[in-house]
């Protein structure tokens, strides 16, 4: 069974800090990673997608993949209260033609004033 | 604008009683796909199209059916809904090729008692 393992936290973090959320994937053959926002009651919505190894930068948002350890990371520096929400990480299986996306189950983020 | 609208919203209903959710997007898009969302089981897929007349099962299909008749809409049919399919329903759309940002409709809030 494919697997993609988040921590449901809540992270607490106070604003302008880094949030760090992290994820974990079981098939070493995936190769995109997707990392998604979600406020309560709402829709997720793409934050930003990774491919390759290393860092990949979007204004306050980094996202590093890691393959060899099979885990993805979204930094968000300078936290702000509207960044509490939950983050989901999902991954497309290797070889899978159905563009299917295998999501965790999120880690909830609460940005403190 | 572009979107992907679900109808309804919410809805209440009773077990065995037929009810169908619809799902239409207006970006073109080739590939849709049907979700449920538990507490602690994040997203998970149910069915999803490549194209017209092309469907096929995601990871938790039993009691559900979908068809795709138009490249637009995408409707997700519950024969006989029972309370375990109570649950948030999404459904998505991309392109086919490229990096597959799935869109996700506003959700389906569906109660099955």
């Known amino acids: 069974q494919k697997e993609v393992e988040q921590n449901s936290g809540p992270l607490s973090v106070p604003e302008g800090a880094i949030a760090s959320l992290n994820c974990t994937y079981s098939?070493?053959?995936?190769?995109?990673f997707f990392w998604y926002r979600q406020y309560s009651g709402k829709s997720p919505e793409l934050i930003m997608f990774?491919?390759?190894?290393g860092d990949k930068e979007d204004g306050r948002f980094t996202a590093q993949l890691n393959k060899a350890s099979q885990y993805v990371s979204l930094l968000i520096r300078d936290s702000q209260p509207s960044d509490s929400a939950t983050y989901l990480c999902?991954?497309?299986?290797?070889?899978?033609?159905?563009?299917?996306?295998?999501f965790g189950s999120g880690t909830r983020l609460l940005v403190r004033p | 604008e572009a979107q992907v609208t679900q109808n309804p919203r919410y809805l209440i209903t009773v077990t065995g009683k037929k009810l169908t959710v619809t799902c239409s997007q207006n970006?073109?898009?080739?590939?849709m796909s049907w979700y449920r969302q538990d507490p602690g089981l994040g997203l998970r897929q149910i069915y999803y199209?490549?194209?017209?007349?092309?469907?096929d099962k995601g990871d938790v299909p039993e009691g559900y059916k979908v068809s795709r008749k138009e490249k637009r809409n995408f409707p997700l049919i519950l024969e006989s809904p029972s309370p375990n399919q109570t649950s948030l329903y999404f459904c998505?759309?991309?392109?086919?090729?490229?990096?597959?940002?799935?869109?996700f409709g506003p959700g389906t809030r569906l109660t099955v008692l």
């Open positions: 999902a991954v497309r299986p290797w070889m899978d033609s159905s563009y299917k996306l295998i």
């Open positions: 098939d070493r053959g995936s190769q995109s």
């Open positions: 990774i491919y390759s190894n």
């Open positions: 970006m073109n898009h080739e590939y």
């Open positions: 199209s490549m194209n017209v007349e092309v469907t």
């Open positions: 998505a759309s991309c392109l086919t090729g490229g990096i597959n940002e799935q869109f």
